[in-house]
């Protein structure tokens, strides 16, 4: 079977249940935003992967996190389906984040300024998957207003994961022993 299907070459594409969407609709923008979110975190990943046994909490950190982006994906897709299955994200997976903030919180200490985006590799890529995962809440955020708010808990969700993304960042930097740079504004 061919990848492709010449379905989408007129700017639209169907989901389950025979509903059509425009590539550039508020659903269609908030799954493409999950998907690059993804791709991020897939990037961070190997970066953390590969690097001494001081980031082992940021790749463990991050491990579970595809695959709920995909659960959240699937979830939206369904949404309207007859047969819509229920979202296997729970709120368990917030709780989880939030602990691993804590933990890194513990280790990084409290901010007392603004910091720029940046240090070694690994932060970098984690800044910038941050800021993707900001863009996917907004996204979300957008389709919800159009009517079709996203199932609970995936806001919550979103936003817990991009602070986690931010203390994700900053544990990495202090990990490499790289100083985090402050804001002069």
């Known amino acids: 079977m061919a990848i492709y299907t010449k379905t989408g070459d007129d700017g639209f594409t169907q989901w389950p ?20 979110l993804n791709a ?18 940021i790749a463990d950190a991050l491990a579970p996190l595809q695959s709920e982006l995909l659960t ?4 939206l ?5 007859e047969d819509r299955p229920a979202s296997r994200l729970g709120e368990s997976a917030v709780t989880r984040m939030e602990k691993q903030i804590d933990s890194a919180w513990a280790k990084t200490g409290e901010l007392t300024h603004f910091i720029l985006p940046g240090g070694c590799e690994l932060a970098c890529r984690l800044h910038v998957a941050r800021t993707v995962c900001r863009r996917a809440e907004r996204a979300m955020v957008a389709l919800a207003e159009k009517g079709a708010p996203p199932p609970a808990p ?3 969700y979103l936003n817990r994961l991009s602070d986690l993304l931010f203390a994700l960042a900053r544990l ?10 402050t804001w002069q504004g």
């Open 40 to 57: 991020h975190l897939g990037w961070c990943l190997q970066a953390a992967a590969r690097t001494d046994a001081a980031q082992r909490e």
């Open 77 to 81: 897709v369904a949404q309207g389906a």
């Open 172 to 181: 990495a930097n202090r990990n490499a022993g790289v100083s985090e740079t």
């Open 17 to 36: 249940g025979g509903r059509r969407f425009r590539k550039n609709e508020p659903p269609l923008e908030a799954l493409g935003c999950l998907d690059e």
């Open 154 to 156: 995936v806001l919550g």
């Open 72 to 75: 959240i994906g699937a979830t």
